[in-house]
T-cell receptor, first 114, second 113 residues
Framework: KAGVTQTPRYLIKTRGQQVTLSCSPISGHRSVSWYQQTPGQGLQFLFEYFSETQRNKGNFPGRFSGRQFSNSRSEMNVSTLELGDSALYLC?????????????FGEGSWLTVV | AQTVTQSQPEMSVQEAETVTLSCTYDTSESDYYLFWYKQPPSRQMILVIRQEAYKQQNATENRFSVNFQKAAKSFSLKISDSQLGDAAMYFCASTGTASKLTFGTGTRLQVTL
């Protein structure tokens, strides 16, 4: 079974630009969540999507948005990039079933804002 | 709300020895799950082990096991027969039935010869 796939893996953007990151979850997983990892703030939850609906949202400004498609693939978008948005963005795929909640991560997308 | 605390920023263990990483948590959820993730230099977050809070039996995965003390809200990870490949950052995390993980600050594990 293929794992969680994130694209692109690395990207460099300029302040003020916008960026879109993509995440394909494990087959059969309907929940996708996004996290930002920085040296200063650690791992912070951005948002979670389940069946195309945002189920949870973290404490990030409105410049951070996301969506989920009918095939469970998800995208997150950051508009008007700031230097502080430079981070590793991790996508997680999860399945809540008879064995409870199990959450797997992709390899991450490294975003550098210059 | 959930909080996860890892009080050991760094730990060191000799190859083949056993090490225990500590984690305490707090949650208002009645149904919750606890995880340990390993993050090597590649930065991919790898699931090491998970524990359902309603299960009293401690989870084990090969050389990895947990000591889950629900009343004390403690969830420590024991690595037996440590290997060089175990060197990484280890994160403790918790979530309820939704997939909204709260992470600790991590413990950097060094494995020496």
């Amino acid at each position: 079974k293929a794992g969680v796939t994130q694209t692109p893996r690395y990207l460099i953007k300029t302040r003020g630009q916008q960026v879109t990151l993509s995440c394909s979850p494990i087959s059969g997983h309907r929940s996708v969540s996004w996290y930002q990892q920085t040296p200063g703030q650690g791992l912070q939850f951005l948002f979670e999507y389940f069946s195309e609906t945002q189920r949870n949202k973290g404490n990030f400004p409105g410049r951070f948005s996301g969506r989920q498609f009918s095939n469970s693939r998800s995208e997150m978008n950051v508009s008007t990039l700031e230097l502080g948005d430079s981070a590793l963005y991790l996508c997680a795929s999860s399945y809540y079933g008879s064995l409870g909640n199990t959450i797997y991560f992709g390899e991450g997308s490294w975003l550098t804002v210059v | 709300a959930q909080t996860v605390t890892q009080s050991q920023p760094e730990m060191s263990v000799q190859e083949a020895e056993t090490v225990t990483l500590s984690c305490t948590y707090d949650t208002s959820e009645s149904d919750y799950y606890l995880f340990w993730y390993k993050q090597p230099p590649s930065r991919q977050m790898i699931l090491v082990i998970r524990q359902e809070a309603y299960k009293q039996q401690n989870a084990t995965e090969n050389r990895f096991s947990v000591n889950f003390q629900k009343a004390a809200k403690s969830f420590s990870l024991k690595i037996s027969d440590s290997q060089l490949g175990d060197a990484a950052m280890y994160f403790c995390a918790s979530t309820g039935t939704a997939s909204k993980l709260t992470f600790g600050t991590g413990t950097r594990l060094q494995v020496t010869l």
